[in-house]
Structure formats: C-alpha cells, structure tokens
C-alpha cells in the first residue's frame, strides 16, 4: 500500500502516528518517504573525573572546582579537572547551596530529559567565592517574578540518578 502523500509536515506527524509511514512533498514538489522506526538504547558512558561533582548531588552537596596554582587560584561554579584560565589541575571544594540570579531564560523547546517541564526557567547562578556562575534550571516560580540579582537556593533530588537534573534551584523567600 502506498503510503499517503501531505505537503504539510503536521500533517506527515500525524500521519506518522497513525499508520507509521508517509510521503512528504516540500514546496518545490519534491516527495521523500517519511517512515516511524521507534527504537531506544542503554546509553553507558563514564562520568570520569566529573564523577564527585555527581556523588556530592547525591549528598546535598554542591561541588564546585579551584585552580590548584596559587598565583591564578580560579574558583569554577562547575566541575573543571583543569583551570580554564592557567591549565593547572583544580581540587574540589563545596560552593554555598544559596546563591543569586545571574541571568536567566525561558525555554520552550528541550531535549528529552526536560520535555515533560517544558516551558521551564534556565537559570546562570552566582556564588559567594566562586569566579563563574553555574547552568541550572530556575523551578517553583512564574517568570514575572524572577529578576536579575534574585536570591536563589539549591535544591537536590531525595532520589539522585546521577543525572545533572538531580540539581535545580529555587528562589530563596526565607
Ligand atoms: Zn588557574
């Protein structure tokens, strides 16, 4: 059987759904088949040197990296085996959990993992003694009231996977 044919790419998704298969045809009348093949994977890949910034997640603890030179003394608000400024090697020292809005954004598309939450608040955290801010999404709040400068506090998963969603904050109205 002939798959249908749909100029309109909505179109081709639903019809994709339904029957798993269809030809879509762009404005200049050009037809390519369009067929449904679901498949999922086992994706295991290493953490590596990142792996305590992970294990504190999972401890309520928020693990930022230092430059080990003395002269540079770089403090990262994220996992760095290496100084991005001098190249020296960093050790690990724990970030404050409350921190204040650098920058923010509302994303309306994501990747799989934020879909369910989508709109959802991105979010780039200063800290008190760090020298870069940190990417992680904004909840518990509506977009008109957050504002540069904003107080902010961590938040962790009570049942970690080991995941970057493990961490999000909130704004701090203690
Ligand atoms: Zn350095």
Known sequence: MTPPKFAKFREVQEELGRSGA?????????????????????????YAEDSPFFLGLAEGKLLGSKCTDRKCGFRFATPRS????????????????????????TCHFGSEAFLKETPYN??????????????????????????????VVARFSP???????????VPDRA
């Open 82 to 105: 290496h100084c991005m400024v001098c190249g020296k090697p960093t050790a690990w020292f724990e970030l404050p959990k409350k921190g204040r809005l650098h920058s923010w954004t």
């Open 159 to 169: 049942t970690p996977k080991y995941l970057v969603t493990d961490l999000w904050f």
């Open 22 to 46: 269809a030809i879509f045809r762009d404005a200049a009348g050009v037809e390519s088949l369009v067929i449904r093949f679901p498949y999922a994977i086992d994706y295991i890949h290493s």
């Open 122 to 151: 991105l979010a780039l955290v200063e800290f008190d003694g760090a020298d870069s801010v940190l990417l992680v999404r904004l909840k518990d709040c509506v977009e008109s009231e957050i504002y540069v400068g904003m107080p």
